[in-house]
């Protein structure tokens, strides 16, 4: 009984151990997940400033720009799948993974190519031999992702549809509605569609001054060279929103799954006690036990 009961201690030891880890985890994950909901709002403003000039500029051109053109059907996809580098997240990237597996369902797998943002993810297209373009692990690491990371993603997918090699970009990422509910989507990135969805966090939705905007404006040198220089911005804005909006849903989901852990340890811990204070109690009547038998015996000789 001594044995059993040393073993049980070294077990709480080390559960109070691990508590002490998820706990520092959960702490960590929910620090970062405010500062990427942040990241979020405070792009809002200037997307919301960008589609507004580019409706009326698009209002005053002859034909659609080439990348508002809706593109033709049957044509190939290039998917940015944006996950996380690492585990630990509960079952964030699973969610992702099954959308963009119902992705290459509906599309043909002959017809989807696909771009990795995030290790997760470019794991996940290597084992089931999907077709790979390119894979970039370091995004969404540590805190947010400056925007400069995110251009080279943004021109490759601009290229790729501006010379015809794929008739659609969509991006495959989670979107952040609140703390404990994050939803896997599949949004189109280009031909560029205006999405209100995307990087509308509850509870933090206003309303746009930009949306009331009224007047006649003059642009230099025409409205076909601002939409030039403006549209490739939005696509940039709408992709770099969605990797804040997966990486705000990532430390969430790593937040509440490191949380139920902590709580698992701490009912695991009070178990053990119990099952501790029960073998030292058993442990204490037989002793007990013995020396009456002892006893007894001495007096009846």
């Known amino acids: 009984m001594a044995i059993n009961s040393k073993a049980i201690n070294r077990r709480i030891k080390s559960v109070v151990n691990t508590k002490k880890i998820t706990k520092a985890m959960e702490l960590v994950s929910a620090s970062k997940m405010r500062k990427a909901v942040q990241a979020v709002l405070a792009s809002r403003p200037y997307a919301k400033m960008a589609w507004s000039l580019a409706t009326r500029l698009e209002a005053k051109g002859e034909e659609a720009h080439p990348l508002m053109r809706e593109p033709e059907e049957g044509g190939r996809v290039l998917a940015v799948l944006v996950t996380s580098d690492r585990g630990l997240c509960g079952g964030f990237n699973a969610q ?3 959308t963009a597996a119902e992705l290459v369902r509906s599309r043909g797998i002959e017809k989807v190519d696909f771009i990795a943002v995030g290790r997760r993810g470019e794991q996940w297209i290597r084992r089931r031999n999907l077709p790979l373009k390119a894979a970039f692990g370091d995004v969404v690491a540590g805190g947010a992702p400056a925007a400069a990371k995110i251009r080279p993603i943004a021109r490759m997918l601009r290229n790729g549809f501006t010379d015809g090699t794929y008739g659609e970009i969509v991006v495959v990422y989670t ?7 994050q939803k896997p989507r599949v949004k189109t990135l280009l031909p560029l569609r205006k999405d209100s969805e995307l990087g509308e966090v509850r509870g933090h939705h206003e309303a746009g001054a930009n949306e009331k905007m009224t007047g006649e404006y003059l642009f230099e040198p025409n409205p076909r060279g601002v939409l030039d220089a403006l549209l490739p911005r939005i696509a940039e804005a709408q992709l770099y929103q969605a990797v804040l909006e997966s990486l705000a849903s990532e430390h969430s989901a790593r937040m509440l799954a490191m949380k139920n852990a902590t709580d698992a340890a701490s009912d ?3 178990d053990l006690r119990l099952t501790f204070n029960q073998a030292r109690q058993a442990g204490i009547t037989q002793e007990i ?6 006893r007894a015996a001495l007096a009846n000789a």
């Open 96 to 98: 992702v993974l099954k």
């Open 175 to 181: 979107d952040f509605v609140s703390s404990i509910l």
């Open 268 to 270: 695991m811990i009070d």
């Open 289 to 294: 036990a013995e020396i009456s038998a002892g």
